[in-house]
């Protein structure tokens, strides 16, 4: 039996208890379907990274069962994709993927419905015959031949992705300096705008570059592309092709990120996000797993701010997941960050924005947190499952996986102490 056919096997079981709190919910809604339908259309990118057990400096326990290439890591892609019908494409790093035929890839990956988000270039880590070294990082380095070897592998990135029918280029840089005086940090930040042209001016005609900024890690005195300020510098120097990328976990604790996303939003300079959760720093925890209400503040000035722009919500920015972690199952921990991503977007379409308005020009502060919270409380999960069911997607995907003995499966199938590749 197909796997379709097994979900769908299992949804029968559960289908009228859904349907009693679905029209419970639905009752108390103006518009149930307008929200069904921009859920079905919803997709967030899987990294193809995540899909094995993360590890720290520590250690790293294997689950077992993880993908030992490409074509395994879009295999589980697919599998995610087939229970929650919003995981449609993957987002590969290079040089850890490395992509080999990129028809035959293309292909495989199309036979799980798949297609291929941005490409994310490396410079964080020498490769093995590489011939200049990034300990002193890559495109803001003092060196002009390790910068233009950097850019060289940015191309490369670039060419690859082209192959796969990527539309753009992920740039995370690890440069920065570990002591007050290393660094100049106006040449640094120089080099980096003259390497990112030149990575820029390879850009094809449909393609963008997505700038991502982190505040500490590996560097932890200065890091040159360090908040979005310093990203959004050079995306605005570099051009309409150039962007600001936000990833949850890069932030000082408590920083008001809904407010960053708002701002890069007015200014059409939102590249998109790589969602995570933490609680000290770059955790890269299970997508709302320690601040869900963050993560629905966030997603509330989205809605507020692509709605102004008459941007469309599931194509406009980029929407993928970054994290990876070491005791969760790494195919069940992306099914519950996907589920609260779109929990926390459906939460977000419920905000009643002709009151909220109303009651900002009023300065009624009391008003606009009950606005908020009154959607924020709504349990939306019988919308997003029934979202989910009429893409022929799981009712609940963590219980089918586990019940399918789908992990089970994919030990028996590559053996229980596989180490996936690039962690
Ligand atoms: C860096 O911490 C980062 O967020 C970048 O997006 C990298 O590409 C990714 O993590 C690698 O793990
Ligand atoms: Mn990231």
Request: negative net charge; contains cysteine; aromatic residues 8%.
């Amino acid at each position: 039996m197909k796997l379709t056919e097994k979900i769908q096997d299992l949804n029968d079981a559960g289908i009228s208890q859904h349907r009693r709190k679905l029209d419970f919910v639905a009752a108390g809604l103006s518009d149930p379907e307008g929200i069904i339908s921009k859920l079905r259309k919803f997709q967030v990118a899987i990294p193809s990274w995540a899909l094995g057990t993360g590890g720290t400096r520590f250690g790293r326990f294997s689950g077992g069962g993880e993908p030992r290439n490409l074509e395994e890591k879009i295999a589980d892609v697919g599998v995610l994709h087939a229970l929650n019908r919003s995981g449609g494409s993957i987002s590969l790093h290079i040089p850890w993927d490395i992509p080999g035929n990129a028809e035959e890839i293309r292909a495989h990956a199309a036979s799980w419905g798949l297609r291929f988000d941005a490409v994310n270039s490396n410079t964080f880590q020498d490769q093995a015959g590489q011939a200049l070294s990034y300990k002193f990082g890559s495109l803001h380095h003092v060196d002009k031949s390790v910068r233009e070897q950097a850019v060289q592998h940015n191309i490369e990135v670039i060419r690859q992705g082209e192959r796969l029918g990527s539309k753009a280029l992920s740039v995370w840089l690890s440069d920065g300096s570990n002591f007050p005086g290393q660094l100049n940090f106006r040449s640094a930040f120089e080099n980096t705008l003259e390497s990112l042209q030149q990575i820029y001016a390879a850009l094809p005609a449909d393609w963008q570059v997505w700038v991502e900024y982190k505040p500490f890690e590996p560097n932890f005195y200065s890091t040159t592309i360090g908040d979005w300020g310093q990203s959004l510098l050079l995306a605005n120097k570099l051009g309409p092709k150039a962007a600001t990328l936000v990833d949850l976990g890069h932030h000082l604790p408590n920083t008001n990120i809904e407010q960053i996303v708002s701002l890069l939003l007015m200014e059409g300079k939102l590249a998109g996000f790589h969602f995570n959760d933490s609680k000290y720093g770059d955790d890269d925890l299970t997508v709302g797993c320690i601040n869900p209400y963050q993560l629905f503040l966030i997603f509330s000035e989205l809605v507020e701010g692509m709605d102004v722009r008459k941007m469309d919500h599931a194509s406009a920015i980029g929407w993928m997941i970054d994290a990876s972690h070491n005791v969760k199952d790494p195919i069940e921990d992306l099914l519950q960050s996907v589920e609260a991503i779109k929990i926390a977007y459906a939460q977000a379409l419920l905000v009643n924005r002709t009151e909220l308005q109303a009651a900002q020009q009023e300065n009624d502060a009391v008003r606009c947190q009950e606005i908020l919270q009154d959607a924020y409380r709504t349990d939306v999960r019988p919308l997003v499952a029934e979202a989910r069911l009429r893409e022929e997607g799981a009712l609940d995907p963590v219980q089918a996986f586990r019940k399918l003995g789908i992990r089970q499966e994919l030990i028996r199938d590559r053996g229980s102490d596989t180490v996936a590749t690039g962690l």
